[in-house]
Every structure is written in structure tokens, then in C-alpha cells.
């Protein structure tokens, strides 16, 4: 979410130009059955294991974890999406809004909670879920998983599953879904 | 551009897609209040100052939920008991408030206009919760809020703007002392934006004298009007009237333009009825009928805190330029649990 | 004793125009009139280049607040405001705290006005106290010099009552001034009713509650074989009512003031009551209407209803807040503004005269939403947000049929309300008589062409409610000559 809202909010708004591509379709999926394969190990299976998709961007990503431990586990488990824009720390600094909606259909007290995210930068994002969910129910344990790890940590926050480290610069911009993963630049101003 | 500026003065102020994002924004706002904690830390720190020159049960109290829902620091104040009654300018008073600390202003007041003054005055937001006999743009959204719980079609609202379709020619019938109404104006103003087809019922005293130029066609008669009535909005009677020189009686106000069962069965099956409240029971409105399943009088009062938080969001959260919010916004239906139990 | 000598201006009083002329002020009055006089030693020298010289303005409805309410304006701070506007003479309104309702009062104001730097003319009330009910001792304030007689911010409203004041008063040679507003239909009131006042939910005073006492006043000094003065015309029907009984001969007199032949109700739409005002602001109809029965002679005069409020008073809720607008200061340029629909005649002035736009609607002001409420087109919207202030004072096309030559305008403002409150030469005044050697010098010289922007901060009326905040009007008065002693020079007063 992070990452998208950057590349489409004023002020500092501009256009995404993509430089190169870091993760095809194929790498992304990939990184993505192996993470799987690791949440169902780190939690010894898939019983009382929730997703939860940080809007917009780690829905989807959300949805297709789900869709591969459900495989591989061989049982279906709960996916809800988190909207953290009332929760951040930086309104007023630039344009927030709720881009989209939280849906948690199932209590997640008691649950292994695994946060989902498409890019994990500052760390903001995922504080504010952090109190976002402590609203929702006492979770066993929550975790995060992310499909690319840019860096630049501005908070003590530590994901447990990793796509990909890409190393950036910190005027880059990362577009990661499920077609790939691209590096590239903001280009100031609106086409 | 955030449609509210500094100010939500007049349902004027707004156009169909402002009120559309207000909408969609309600809906969020009402899936924040299912949740086991349900409150957000958006406004932690600021605080809204409440000046009330008038007694208010549901906006008052719909208002302080809403903000406290967003973290807000409340200031009370009731300028009947303030020094407004010592004289003091209400430029003065609010200036003095603003000093103290509030970072914005819910204002109902007894004369026409000052919220709009008080937006000329101050450089904070200012929300009109209710002037005179001359707006309550926060009711009127709240209204358009149940409307679309009620007859959206669901699938109609994943793009901007078709949210409100399910208002294209939709028959509204507004009933009652609308001369004195704000509820009425802020309604005439929004229905006639989003495409509904707006009556007036009423006597004739209680019809401003130049309705004849507003978006709205007038009728004296009310069995006329209702068996093409699909949402019955029913004003409430305030009773000094029938003391005055605008009624005759109360007793013959409520033989003509009161709903009872026998006027409400004359209405079509799926014919929705509304009340800004508080109710007269047994004047305007029979309480059988306000108790009934056409009712929309509970979804009302229970939708006016998402909406409240939707506009003072947009107004202290300066979340900005509207246009970014695309899309997968969730249906109003199952936002809402309110649909899926029988108003009471 | 002072000599003052007024170099080059252009003379405009009732037997015409004559340009290039000076006048040499001797004492308190007019010594020589010729082209080029030379200056006599120690004169004061005063360049009326460009500028027209008239006879002094006379006001007839002046609200100078003293005794009472010197918060708002004294007698010193109005009389100051009205020399800056061109006046030497004002008739202060009789509902003052105490009212001027016996001779006690009438001679305090006298006497408090021997410093004031024009000529003060107090009005007496019809009834005691206003009340509508007694009436007040007339006799005796018509021999201390009251010649008008009225309840001002009030009209009478017992038929019975105003049938008697008529009787007494044209025993008297007074004048009654009738305030007409039947109070039955404008209680709570706080501006015209129309549309507007439908949207914005607030009480609107109809034509009616004017016209209605307007028309029995009529009726009651045709009865009584009285003279009437009707004061601030403000709606088309009561224009017709006064054409009416002008041409079936009755002697009566009316006014208009400059606010009602230049802003609407539109005004009102940011609910802001600097613009409330009683009468209340019409409609376009009713200015084009006034300012037709001004041009053919069916109102005679036009007056300020100059009405000081303290700041706080008019930051109050429109219907808390007290009703009327000052206007001693703007007068003759709105009057200018709105009337003189071409300067061909009055081509003295050295500047260029560009910029007298004639837009198509009366002006508008800030906050001006309401009016497109039902519009949900962008244009409207956009409309909103670029509202702001049109920087000049717009005339409605409408009126420009009626404009008026130079004479004529300050006709209506200096001798024909001069007359009507007996202050002129005829009636042993010394107002509004013809520029002539041995009349009395209260004369005002203003710029007929100069274009300047009101700052309400700068006015010298203790009060700051002036409707024409911001906005461009054309002609300037530069200097007021008060019983031969120039009062007011270049933007000041001199005391």
C-alpha cells in the first residue's frame, strides 16, 4: 500500500517510470510458495492461521498465499484486508484516505495473524496495522510477511517472511504484484 | 480538490460527486464501528468545540459519538448558559474558543445563518449542525445515506457518481411545516442534485411564499400525493404553531397531513417513511407507523454517526484530493448491519 | 474676516452650469464670482481644477446617535462624516436616548451642535417616546426650529393617531416624515422577502408591509389637507403610489436613499448584516423603479438614512442584529455612480475617465452561494469559489435609461431636501440657494469623474458599516465650505 499511495499522492505526486524489472511473474510466484511453505512450518500447520491483506497492495498478494497454503495444507484458512489510513501516523502530511475497505469476517483472538504486504519500507504502514488489529481482537501472535524488503526502516520492525531484499535508494520506487516486481523512478509533475 | 473547504455550511456547498465520496467514506466509516474496539486514532489529539444555542438530543449526542470515534477531544458548550447570553458577540465567543484550542466547530444555533458567518469569521472548519429555519446539511446526508442502504441495487456501487443512480427519478414526498424547516431545504437542495423528484405537502401557511421558484412541485393535498410516493418524508410539527397564526388547530393539522394507518396504506408497498425526529407522535405521524417495517426512522439516527464522521473527517483530517479514492469500495449493504435486521 | 478663494471649478446649482469660473468666500459669504480673480492677500487658496462646485448638500435622515448611543457616532463624528461627504447641513433623527420628543431635548442638541462642523437640524418625534400613541409637544419644538416631525425606525402605525399628527403639524407649516412599515407584517423580519429569503430560511419583509401605510398615509393627508414627507422609498408599488398622488396634485414629498437604488437582497446571501437595513434591500425591479422615479421627479430627494453601528452590534446573528448601513460619506458617489449614466456633459475633469464598465447584474459580493443552490452545474460551482468582490460598485442596464444630468442629481440632494426641511433661502434658510455673490458659502466641491475605492477603516464616522466596504465609486468630494470656512480639505476635516 505504501508504495502505490506514494507513487499516486500530491504533493508529491508524479509519474511512475519503470527502470527495470527485478522479479518476473514466475520469481514472484516462486517467492511466494516458498513463504507459504514457510508460515505452515514456523506455525507447525495451518490450524488457527488468519491472512490479512494491508490494502490496496497486499490483498492480492494475500489472496494467492491463502490459495497455496489451502494446498499445500489441504485446509481452507481465513483471509481478511486491512485498511490502515485512519490508523497512520502522517495524516495531514500528505493526502490519506481509505482507499479501501477493512473486512475481517472472523475473530482473530487466539489466532496466528499474518500481516501481508506487497513492499515493506519505512515501517509505518505496518505500525499503524499493528494497532489497527490490537482493535480487532488479542492475537496468539501476529507476523509479517512481505514480497520485496526495500530497507530504509524508520520504525523497530522486522518482517518474518521475505519475498525478496531489494536494496533501493531512497528516491526509488518499488511496483510489486502478483506480474512482477519493477524498480523505478517518480518523475514530478502529471502527464 | 477535498470537496469541503473550510466549511459545511449548506448541502449547497457540495456537488453529486462530493456527496457520492461523503457516501462512500459513510460506508468505511461504518464498517470502523462494527469493530470490537470501535474507534480510530485519525483525530487523536484535536478538538472540536460543540456550540449548541439550542436543545439537540440526536445531533448533539450523533456528533459527539462521531468525533470521539475519530479520537477527538470534545468542548462542550451551551450558549445558553455562556456568556453569548452576557452579551458578548458571537465572533467573540467563537474567536475566544478557538484561542482555547478547538480546531474546529459543530454549530447549531436558533438563527438562520450563523454557521455561514462563522465560517466568514474563523480559519478553522466549521460544520452547520442545524441553523434556524435554514439548513442541516449533516441530516440531509444521513437521509441520502439510508436511501441508498435501502434501494441501491447491489453491483451499482464500485465506480464514482453511480452510487446515487438509485435516486434518478425517485419520488419523494416532504410533509409537514416545511416554511420552518432545515431539514427541508438542505433535503430540496440535494434531492433536486441527485436526480430525485421532490413534493412539498403541506398547508399553505407553512409553505414559504416563494416555493413556486424551488426544484419542487407543492401539493395542499396529501391523499393525492402518497399512492406515488416512494419515500414519505415526514417533517416534524412544532406545536407553538398550532397556537399561532399558522394553524387553525393541531387538531385539524393532524386530520389533513398527518400519516396515519389508513393514510399509510395509501402509499405503495414498498414506500419507505422518514422523520428527522423528534418525533410528535399522534400529530404528524401515528405511532404505529413509526414503529413499523417501512420505517427508515431508526437506520436514520444510527447512520448519522458514519456520516457525521465522514464530513468531519474530510474537514480535520485534510486527507486531500478526493479523486485518488478508486475503486473496490465496499457495498453500503454489507457495510451496514442495520439492513439486515428489522428496525424495531 | 477669512477670506477663501476657490480657483477654476465648474458651478452646478439650480440655474445651470457654468464653468471656468472662481469664487471668493468672504466670511460666511459669497463676495465675487468672476474667471481669474485674483488672489486678495491672506486668502485661503483652494484649486477646484477639475472639480464641480455646488451648493452645500442637505441630508434629510441622519442618524447622529447622540444623546444616546456616542458609541456608535456623536454629533461631532457625524457631522465630521458629513462634511467629508459633502453635506452642511443634516437632519438628525428624533430616536435618540432620550428621543427628541420635547423642546428640552431639541435645545441640548442645539446646543451640543454650535461646534459641530455643519449645520444640525434636529427632527422632533410625532408621538411621545415613539410610542404611536401621544403625540409630542410639536409646538413646542417648532419654536425652537423643528420643522420635521417623525418616528423614524418606526412608522405610526394607529390610522387614528396619524390623522391627528397630520392635523397638528399642517397647523404648525411642519412636515410630518412618515416611516412607512406596517409592523404587523414585518415582525421579526430581516430582509426583503423573495426567493432568497425562502432558501435561506429566514423571515422576508414583503413590498406590502410599505405600500400598505404608504397608501393610507395617503389617503389621511388627502383627508387632513396635510403636507407628508415619505422617507426611503424602497419598493416599485410604493413608486407608483407617490406618481399617483403627484398627478392628482397632492403636496407631498418623498425620498430614496443611495443604498436602495444600488444593492439587492443578493447582498444578504452570506448572511452578513452590514447589509441589514430597514426597508430591507429589494429586488433589481425596485431599483430600476426608484431610480425612474428619481430621474422624472417622483421622488424628490435623496437621503442617507445614515445609521451608525457599533462593530460588535453587526457581528451578531442576522436577526439579532440591529438594521441600518451608514452612508453620509459615499452618498454623492453612489449617486454618481448609479445615476449619471454618461459624463459627456460634465467633461471638466483632467483624467481618463476609462473603466465605467456597465455590468450586467447589480453587484454581488462575497459568499454568494445560495443563489445557485438549485444549479449543480460545474459552472455554478465554480462560480462559488472565484467568488469575491467585483471591485466596482455595477450598475444594472436596466437603470441607465433613467440616468440623470449633474444638475438634477445634486438637485436631489441639496436643494430639493434643502426645501423640503425649510432650510432653504426661500423658507429663510441658508442651504441650497444658487451660487451667487451674497449668498451664504455652504458650498462642497467634488471630483464629478474620480474614481476611488471605499476603505471603511478611513471613513471618519465613528462607525464602520458601510455596505460599499471595497467597492469602486466615481466621484470624490474634495472640500466642504460650511458658512464660509472650508470644514473639510483634501480627505480631511479640519476640526
Same mark, same amino acid.
Given at each position: 500500500?505504501a508504495?502505490?499511495?506514494?507513487?499516486?499522492?500530491?504533493?508529491?505526486?508524479?509519474?511512475?517510470v519503470p527502470?527495470?524489472?527485478?522479479?518476473s511473474?514466475?520469481?514472484?510466484k516462486?517467492?511466494?510458495?516458498?513463504?507459504?511453505?514457510?508460515?505452515i512450518e514456523h506455525?507447525?500447520?495451518s490450524?488457527?492461521?488468519?491472512?490479512?491483506?494491508?490494502?490496496?497492495g497486499g490483498v492480492?498478494?494475500?489472496?494467492?498465499?491463502?490459495d497455496?497454503?489451502?494446498?499445500i495444507?489441504?485446509?481452507?484458512?481465513?483471509?481478511?484486508?486491512l485498511?490502515?489510513a485512519?490508523?497512520?501516523?502522517?495524516?495531514?502530511?500528505?493526502p490519506?484516505?481509505?482507499?479501501?475497505?477493512t473486512?475481517?469476517?472472523?475473530?482473530?483472538?487466539?489466532?496466528?495473524?499474518?500481516?501481508?504486504d506487497?513492499?515493506?519500507?519505512t515501517g509505518?504502514t505496518?505500525?499503524?496495522?499493528?494497532?489497527?488489529?490490537?482493535?480487532?481482537?488479542?492475537?496468539?501472535s501476529?507476523?509479517?510477511?512481505?514480497l520485496?524488503?526495500?530497507?530504509?526502516r524508520? #520504525?523497530p520492525?522486522r518482517?518474518?517472511?521475505?519475498?525478496?531484499? #531489494?536494496?533501493?535508494?531512497?528516491?526509488e520506487?518499488?511496483?510489486?504484484?502478483?506480474?512482477?516486481?519493477?524498480i523505478?523512478?517518480?518523475?514530478?509533475?502529471?502527464? | 480538490?477535498?470537496?469541503l473547504?473550510?466549511?459545511?455550511?449548506?448541502?449547497g456547498?457540495?456537488?453529486?460527486?462530493?456527496?457520492?465520496?461523503?457516501?462512500k467514506l459513510?460506508a468505511?466509516?461504518s464498517e470502523?464501528?462494527?469493530?470490537d474496539?470501535?474507534?480510530v486514532p485519525?483525530?487523536r489529539?484535536?478538538?472540536m468545540?460543540?456550540?449548541f444555542?439550542?436543545?439537540?438530543?440526536?445531533t448533539r449526542?450523533s456528533?459527539?459519538?462521531?468525533a470521539?470515534?475519530?479520537?477527538?477531544?470534545?468542548?462542550?458548550?451551551?450558549?445558553?448558559?455562556?456568556?453569548?447570553?452576557?452579551?458578548?458577540?458571537?465572533?467573540?465567543?467563537?474567536?475566544n474558543?478557538h484561542a482555547?484550542?478547538?480546531?474546529g466547530?459543530?454549530?447549531r444555533?436558533?438563527?438562520?445563518?450563523?454557521?455561514?458567518?462563522?465560517?466568514?469569521?474563523?480559519?478553522?472548519?466549521?460544520?452547520?449542525?442545524g441553523?434556524?429555519c435554514?439548513?442541516h446539511p449533516?441530516?440531509?446526508l444521513?437521509?441520502?445515506?439510508?436511501?441508498?442502504?435501502?434501494?441501491?441495487?447491489?453491483?451499482?456501487?464500485?465506480?464514482d457518481?453511480?452510487?446515487?443512480n438509485?435516486?434518478?427519478?425517485?419520488?419523494?414526498?416532504?410533509?409537514?411545516?416545511?416554511?420552518?424547516?432545515?431539514?427541508?431545504?438542505?433535503?430540496v437542495?440535494?434531492?433536486?442534485?441527485?436526480?430525485a423528484?421532490t413534493?412539498?405537502?403541506g398547508?399553505g401557511?407553512?409553505?414559504?411564499?416563494?416555493?413556486?421558484k424551488?426544484?419542487?412541485?407543492?401539493?395542499?393535498h396529501l391523499?393525492?400525493v402518497?399512492?406515488e410516493?416512494q419515500?414519505?418524508?415526514?417533517?416534524r410539527l412544532?406545536?407553538?404553531?398550532?397556537?399561532?397564526?399558522?394553524?387553525?388547530?393541531?387538531?385539524?393539522?393532524?386530520?389533513?397531513?398527518?400519516?396515519?394507518?389508513?393514510r399509510?396504506?395509501?402509499l405503495p408497498e414498498?414506500?419507505?417513511?422518514?422523520?428527522p425526529?423528534?418525533i410528535?407522535?399522534?400529530v404528524?405521524l401515528?405511532g404505529?407507523?413509526?414503529?413499523?417495517s417501512r420505517?427508515?426512522?431508526?437506520?436514520?439516527?444510527?447512520?448519522?454517526?458514519?456520516?457525521?464522521?465522514?464530513?468531519?473527517?474530510?474537514?480535520?483530517?485534510?486527507?486531500?484530493?478526493?479523486?485518488?479514492?478508486?475503486g473496490?469500495?465496499v457495498?453500503?449493504?454489507?457495510?451496514?448491519?442495520?439492513t439486515?435486521?428489522?428496525?424495531? | 474676516?477669512?477670506?477663501?478663494?476657490?480657483?477654476?471649478?465648474?458651478?452646478?446649482?439650480a440655474?445651470?452650469?457654468?464653468?471656468?469660473l472662481?469664487v471668493?468666500?468672504?466670511?460666511?459669504?459669497?463676495?465675487?464670482?468672476?474667471?481669474?480673480i485674483?488672489p486678495?492677500?491672506?486668502?485661503h487658496?483652494?484649486?477646484?481644477?477639475?472639480?464641480?462646485?455646488?451648493?452645500?448638500l442637505?441630508?434629510?435622515?441622519?442618524?447622529?446617535r447622540?444623546p444616546?448611543?456616542?458609541?456608535?457616532?456623536?454629533?461631532?463624528?457625524?457631522?465630521?462624516?458629513?462634511?467629508?461627504?459633502g453635506?452642511?447641513?443634516v437632519?438628525?433623527?428624533?430616536n435618540?436616548e432620550?428621543? =427628541?420628543?420635547?423642546?428640552?431635548?431639541?435645545?441640548?442638541?442645539?446646543a451640543?451642535?454650535?461646534?459641530?462642523?455643519?449645520?444640525v =437640524?434636529p427632527?422632533?418625534?410625532?408621538?411621545?417616546?415613539?410610542?404611536?400613541?401621544k403625540?409630542?409637544p410639536?409646538?413646542?419644538?417648532?419654536?425652537?426650529?423643528v420643522?420635521?416631525f417623525t418616528d423614524?425606525?418606526r412608522?405610526v402605525?394607529?390610522a387614528?393617531?396619524?390623522?391627528r399628527?397630520?392635523e397638528?403639524?399642517?397647523?404648525?407649516g411642519a412636515? =410630518?416624515?412618515q416611516?412607512?412599515?406596517?409592523?404587523d407584517?414585518t415582525?421579526?423580519?430581516?430582509?426583503?422577502?423573495?426567493y432568497l429569503?425562502? =432558501?435561506?430560511?429566514?423571515?422576508?419583509?414583503?413590498?406590502?408591509?410599505?405600500e400598505?401605510?404608504?397608501?393610507r398615509?395617503?389617503?389621511?393627508?388627502?383627508?387632513?389637507n396635510a403636507?407628508i414627507?415619505?422617507?426611503?422609498?424602497?419598493t416599485?408599488?410604493?413608486?407608483?403610489l407617490v406618481r399617483r398622488?403627484?398627478?392628482?396634485g397632492?403636496?407631498?414629498?418623498a425620498e430614496?436613499?443611495?443604498?436602495?437604488i444600488?444593492?439587492?437582497?443578493?447582498?444578504?446571501?452570506g448572511y452578513?448584516?452590514?447589509?441589514?437595513?430597514?426597508?430591507p434591500?429589494?429586488?433589481r425591479?425596485d431599483?430600476?423603479?426608484l431610480v425612474r422615479?428619481?430621474?422624472?421627479?417622483?421622488i424628490?430627494a435623496?437621503?442617507?438614512?445614515?445609521?451608525?453601528?457599533?462593530?460588535?452590534s453587526?457581528?451578531?446573528p442576522?436577526?439579532?442584529?440591529p438594521p441600518?448601513?451608514i452612508?453620509l460619506?459615499?452618498?454623492?458617489a453612489?449617486?454618481i455612480?448609479v445615476l449619471?449614466?454618461d459624463?459627456?456633459?460634465?467633461?471638466?475633469?483632467?483624467k481618463d475617465?476609462?473603466?465605467?464598465s456597465?455590468?450586467?447584474?447589480?453587484?454581488s459580493?462575497?459568499?454568494?452561494?445560495?443563489k445557485?443552490?438549485?444549479?449543480?452545474?460545474?459552472?455554478?460551482?465554480?462560480?462559488?469559489?472565484?467568488?469575491?468582490?467585483?471591485e466596482?460598485?455595477?450598475?444594472?442596464p436596466?437603470?441607465?435609461?433613467?440616468?440623470?444630468?449633474?444638475?438634477?442629481?445634486?438637485a436631489?440632494?441639496?436643494w430639493?431636501p434643502?426645501?423640503i426641511?425649510?432650510?432653504?433661502?426661500?423658507?429663510?434658510?441658508r442651504?441650497?440657494?444658487?451660487?451667487?455673490?451674497g449668498?451664504?458659502?455652504?458650498?462642497?466641491?467634488?471630483?464629478?469623474s474620480a474614481?476611488?475605492?471605499?476603505?471603511?477603516?478611513?471613513l471618519?464616522?465613528k462607525?464602520?458599516?458601510?455596505?460599499?466596504?471595497?467597492?469602486?465609486?466615481t466621484?470624490?468630494?474634495?472640500h466642504?465650505?460650511?458658512?464660509?470656512?472650508?470644514?473639510?480639505l483634501d480627505?480631511r476635516?479640519?476640526?
Amino acid at each position: 500500500m505504501a508504495e502505490r499511495e506514494r507513487k499516486l499522492a500530491t504533493p508529491r505526486g508524479g509519474v511512475f517510470v519503470p527502470r527495470s524489472q527485478v522479479m518476473s511473474a514466475d520469481d514472484v510466484k516462486r517467492a511466494l510458495v516458498r513463504i507459504a511453505h514457510e508460515i505452515i512450518e514456523h506455525n507447525k500447520g495451518s490450524d488457527n492461521l488468519a491472512l490479512i491483506g494491508l490494502q490496496t497492495g497486499g490483498v492480492q498478494i494475500a489472496f494467492e498465499l491463502k490459495d497455496i497454503i489451502s494446498e499445500i495444507g489441504n485446509a481452507e484458512i481465513p483471509v481478511g484486508t486491512l485498511d490502515v489510513a485512519f490508523y497512520r501516523d502522517d495524516i495531514q502530511l500528505r493526502p490519506v484516505l481509505p482507499e479501501a475497505a477493512t473486512a475481517i469476517p472472523f475473530d482473530i483472538t487466539n489466532m496466528a495473524v499474518v500481516l501481508v504486504d506487497d513492499v515493506l519500507f519505512t515501517g509505518r504502514t505496518v505500525r499503524a496495522a499493528l494497532q489497527a488489529l490490537s482493535d480487532f481482537g488479542r492475537a496468539k501472535s501476529i507476523q509479517l510477511a512481505v514480497l520485496i524488503d526495500r530497507g530504509h526502516r524508520e #520504525l523497530p520492525i522486522r518482517p518474518d517472511y521475505v519475498g525478496k531484499n #531489494l536494496p533501493t535508494r531512497l528516491t526509488e520506487q518499488v511496483d510489486a504484484n502478483l506480474e512482477g516486481v519493477t524498480i523505478g523512478d517518480v518523475i514530478k509533475g502529471r502527464p | 480538490m477535498s470537496p469541503l473547504q473550510n466549511a459545511l455550511v449548506s448541502i449547497g456547498d457540495l456537488n453529486r460527486d462530493d456527496i457520492s465520496h461523503i457516501m462512500k467514506l459513510s460506508a468505511i466509516f461504518s464498517e470502523v464501528l462494527r469493530r470490537d474496539i470501535p474507534k480510530v486514532p485519525t483525530l487523536r489529539g484535536k478538538t472540536m468545540a460543540m456550540v449548541f444555542s439550542e436543545d439537540s438530543t440526536r445531533t448533539r449526542t450523533s456528533f459527539e459519538i462521531a468525533a470521539k470515534k475519530l479520537s477527538m477531544d470534545i468542548l462542550s458548550l451551551n450558549s445558553s448558559q455562556s456568556s453569548m447570553k452576557k452579551g458578548e458577540s458571537l465572533k467573540d465567543t467563537l474567536a475566544n474558543l478557538h484561542a482555547i484550542g478547538a480546531d474546529g466547530f459543530v454549530i447549531r444555533h436558533s438563527s438562520s445563518g450563523v454557521p455561514t458567518q462563522a465560517s466568514t469569521w474563523m480559519t478553522v472548519p466549521v460544520i452547520n449542525a442545524g441553523d434556524g429555519c435554514h439548513e442541516h446539511p449533516t441530516q440531509a446526508l444521513l437521509d441520502c445515506y439510508t436511501l441508498i442502504e435501502r434501494f441501491d441495487t447491489p453491483g451499482n456501487y464500485t465506480t464514482d457518481g453511480t452510487i446515487l443512480n438509485c435516486f434518478n427519478g425517485m419520488t419523494v414526498t416532504i410533509v409537514g411545516d416545511v416554511e420552518h424547516s432545515r431539514v427541508a431545504r438542505s433535503l430540496v437542495i440535494m434531492l433536486d442534485m441527485l436526480g430525485a423528484k421532490t413534493t412539498l405537502c403541506g398547508p399553505g401557511t407553512l409553505m414559504p411564499r416563494h416555493v413556486n421558484k424551488w426544484p419542487v412541485r407543492v401539493s395542499y393535498h396529501l391523499d393525492e400525493v402518497l399512492p406515488e410516493t416512494q419515500v414519505c418524508y415526514i417533517l416534524r410539527l412544532q406545536n407553538e404553531r398550532g397556537s399561532g397564526t399558522y394553524l387553525p388547530s393541531i387538531r385539524e393539522y393532524a386530520m389533513n397531513w398527518g400519516i396515519d394507518s389508513k393514510r399509510a396504506s395509501l402509499l405503495p408497498e414498498t414506500a419507505v417513511i422518514m422523520h428527522p425526529g423528534p418525533i410528535n407522535r399522534g400529530v404528524e405521524l401515528a405511532g404505529e407507523i413509526a414503529d413499523s417495517s417501512r420505517s427508515l426512522i431508526l437506520n436514520q439516527a444510527s447512520n448519522g454517526v458514519a456520516v457525521r464522521m465522514a464530513v468531519i473527517y474530510l474537514l480535520l483530517a485534510n486527507p486531500g484530493d478526493l479523486t485518488l479514492n478508486t475503486g473496490n469500495f465496499v457495498p453500503i449493504r454489507q457495510a451496514n448491519r442495520m439492513t439486515d435486521e428489522p428496525a424495531s | 474676516m477669512t477670506k477663501v478663494l476657490l480657483q477654476g471649478g465648474t458651478l452646478v446649482d439650480a440655474t445651470g452650469i457654468r464653468s471656468g469660473l472662481d469664487v471668493l468666500i468672504d466670511d460666511s459669504e459669497i463676495a465675487k464670482i468672476a474667471p481669474s480673480i485674483s488672489p486678495p492677500r491672506g486668502a485661503h487658496l483652494i484649486d477646484c481644477d477639475g472639480c464641480m462646485i455646488s451648493p452645500g448638500l442637505v441630508d434629510l435622515h441622519t442618524h447622529l446617535r447622540e444623546p444616546g448611543n456616542e458609541e456608535a457616532e456623536t454629533i461631532e463624528s457625524g457631522t465630521r462624516a458629513a462634511v467629508a461627504g459633502g453635506y452642511t447641513a443634516v437632519v438628525c433623527m428624533p430616536n435618540t436616548e432620550p428621543p =427628541i420628543d420635547n423642546a428640552t431635548v431639541v435645545r441640548d442638541i442645539l446646543a451640543m451642535s454650535k461646534e459641530a462642523l455643519c449645520a444640525v =437640524i434636529p427632527a422632533g418625534t410625532i408621538t411621545v417616546g415613539r410610542g404611536g400613541e401621544k403625540l409630542s409637544p410639536m409646538v413646542e419644538m417648532n419654536a425652537c426650529g423643528v420643522k420635521i416631525f417623525t418616528d423614524d425606525g418606526r412608522g405610526v402605525q394607529r390610522a387614528s393617531v396619524m390623522r391627528r399628527a397630520l392635523e397638528y403639524a399642517s397647523a404648525l407649516g411642519a412636515t =410630518i416624515a412618515q416611516h412607512c412599515e406596517v409592523e404587523d407584517l414585518t415582525a421579526n423580519t430581516v430582509m426583503n422577502e423573495g426567493y432568497l429569503s425562502s =432558501i435561506m430560511g429566514v423571515q422576508g419583509a414583503p413590498n406590502c408591509a410599505e405600500e400598505l401605510m404608504l397608501e393610507r398615509d395617503l389617503e389621511l393627508a388627502a383627508l387632513c389637507n396635510a403636507q407628508i414627507h415619505f422617507m426611503h422609498l424602497s419598493t416599485h408599488g410604493s413608486v407608483e403610489l407617490v406618481r399617483r398622488a403627484k398627478l392628482a396634485g397632492m403636496q407631498i414629498t418623498a425620498e430614496v436613499t443611495p443604498h436602495h437604488i444600488s444593492l439587492t437582497d443578493d447582498m444578504l446571501s452570506g448572511y452578513n448584516p452590514i447589509y441589514k437595513v430597514n426597508p430591507p434591500l429589494r429586488t433589481r425591479e425596485d431599483i430600476t423603479a426608484l431610480v425612474r422615479a428619481l430621474s422624472d421627479g417622483t421622488i424628490d430627494a435623496i437621503a442617507t438614512d445614515h445609521a451608525p453601528h457599533v462593530r460588535e452590534s453587526k457581528e451578531l446573528p442576522l436577526d439579532q442584529a440591529p438594521p441600518g448601513m451608514i452612508g453620509l460619506e459615499t452618498a454623492l458617489a453612489v449617486a454618481i455612480t448609479v445615476l449619471k449614466g454618461d459624463y459627456s456633459e460634465i467633461d471638466t475633469s483632467r483624467k481618463d475617465r476609462s473603466g465605467n464598465s456597465q455590468s450586467s447584474r447589480a453587484h454581488s459580493t462575497k459568499s454568494n452561494s445560495t443563489k445557485s443552490k438549485y444549479d449543480n452545474s460545474s459552472s455554478a460551482r465554480a462560480g462559488k469559489i472565484n467568488s469575491s468582490y467585483s471591485e466596482r460598485l455595477t450598475v444594472d442596464p436596466s437603470v441607465l435609461q433613467y440616468s440623470m444630468n449633474m444638475i438634477d442629481i445634486i438637485a436631489a440632494m441639496s436643494w430639493k431636501p434643502a426645501a423640503i426641511a425649510g432650510l432653504d433661502v426661500a423658507s429663510g434658510g441658508r442651504h441650497g440657494g444658487p451660487i451667487l455673490p451674497g449668498a451664504p458659502a455652504n458650498l462642497t466641491v467634488f471630483d464629478p469623474s474620480a474614481s476611488w475605492k471605499v476603505d471603511a477603516t478611513q471613513l471618519l464616522s465613528k462607525s464602520r458599516n458601510s455596505p460599499f466596504d471595497g467597492l469602486s465609486l466615481t466621484g470624490k468630494v474634495r472640500h466642504t465650505i460650511y458658512e464660509g470656512e472650508p470644514v473639510y480639505l483634501d480627505g480631511r476635516a479640519t476640526k
